[in-house]
């Protein structure tokens, strides 16, 4: 909130929600540490038009309707100009639902690509038709793989994007195991000992932080990496480096962000990211890297629409709207950020990027 002297008119506070506890957690401290580095950025300048941000975090990895109920908390004080984000699609839903398209809301995960998404929630992260299906289309042509074991955390996202795998598929029952475990699942057994799960060709991980990680260490224990190879669009460092880099063997991850250190602009965001947060700082990640391209992406809208007003922001996109700044999503269209995805393989705790999807 605004210190003693300053007035609403020159500040403009963002909520940011990320998960501090749960399988999500693990990712928590690198998305904040860049979402300050973005702020920073933007506050240097001129802020978000012509004022300054003040940042509150929420904790993204509590239930839906306590996250929603904190948000409508902070809504009721008509001091929030805008929210981001990295947490589940339950939450997303549950948070829309009480923000009521108020401000815009930019989220920053993956999502299902549901058709009745409140007005003011912007995608920043990808639809499954536009990654997680033409990553699996890629194994399929270079890899041979036609029949997928499907594993997932039991909420909305993971059962949508295992639909639009299905709908890409020759055949529904090229899908031959698909199972759904309650967030912060510990234990494996019953999709690993399933004998059906040796006809399959490859598997599609959606799950979240550390349960991804859990069950790639246990995937590995069963000496099946070295011929059933796996897909997740939701990994990044963090997870690779809990599971451990034996536990990474012919992992491949789909993503619209991927860090890339061969480039200018790559180095160039390290290097700042490293002055900002210091030596021993958290890595600036896959996820991390999202969630600081979201708040440049809200400040280049700002700049382009020249309001934060929501009927104003899906008017200019409905169309499609191009925008200007650091962020490798150039624009919307309607409420989908555009912009390149890529596939990457595992190495070790780091990723290699091998195509453009």
Same mark, same amino acid.
């Given at each position: ?20 506890? /749960?399988?999500? #957690?693990? $990712?928590?401290?690198?998305? =904040?540490? @860049?979402?300050?580095? +973005? *702020?920073? !950025? ?35 004080? /008509?001091?929030? #100009?805008? $929210?981001?984000?990295?947490? =589940?699609? @339950?939450?997303?839903? +549950? *948070?829309? !639902? ?260």
């Amino acid at each position: 909130m605004p210190s003693f002297g300053q007035s609403r008119d020159e500040t403009i506070e963002i909520l940011s929600i990320v998960p501090t506890q /749960g399988p999500g #957690g693990i $990712i928590a401290p690198s998305c =904040t540490a @860049a979402i300050s580095l +973005a *702020v920073d !950025e933007i506050n240097s300048g001129t802020g978000i038009l012509g004022r300054e941000i003040r940042l509150t975090t929420l904790d993204g990895g509590r239930e839906p309707h306590e996250v929603a109920t904190e948000v409508e908390a902070f809504l009721a004080t /008509g001091m929030v #100009g805008a $929210i981001t984000g990295w947490h =589940t699609s @339950a939450v997303r839903r +549950a *948070v829309a !639902e009480v923000v009521d398209a108020r401000v815009p809301y930019l989220y920053a995960t993956d999502h299902e690509g549901l058709p009745d998404e409140r007005p003011g929630v912007l995608l920043v992260g990808e639809h499954p038709d536009h990654q997680s299906v033409p990553a699996a289309a890629w194994m399929g042509r270079e890899l041979g793989v036609r029949r997928w074991a499907v594993i997932g955390n039991d909420y909305i996202w993971p059962r949508r994007t295992a639909d639009a795998l299905r709908r890409s598929l020759p055949s529904p029952y090229d899908i031959i195991v698909e199972q759904y475990v309650p967030l912060g699942t510990t234990d494996f057994d019953d999709f690993l000992d399933n004998p059906a799960l040796l006809l399959a060709d490859a598997v599609l991980i959606l799950m979240v932080g550390a349960d991804t990680a859990r069950f790639n260490r246990q995937f590995t224990a069963t000496g099946l990496p070295a011929v059933m190879p796996r897909l997740s669009p939701a990994v990044d460092e963090n997870v690779l480096l809990s599971a451990g880099p034996s536990a990474n063997v012919n992992l491949y991850v789909a993503s619209s962000f991927f860090l890339d250190d061969h480039t200018t602009e790559g180095r160039s965001r390290q290097a700042r990211y490293r002055e900002h947060q210091g030596q021993f700082s958290p890595a600036l990640t896959t996820f991390s890297n999202s969630t600081y391209e979201a708040i440049h992406l809200l400040n280049s809208l700002a700049d382009t629409v020249g309001t934060l007003d929501v009927e104003t922001i899906m008017g200019r996109s409905e169309h499609g709207l191009v925008l200007d700044g650091p962020a490798s999503r150039r624009g919307f269209l309607g409420n989908q950020a555009v912009g390149p995805a890529h596939l990457a393989q595992a190495n070790g705790v780091d990723f290699t990027i091998i195509d453009d999807l």
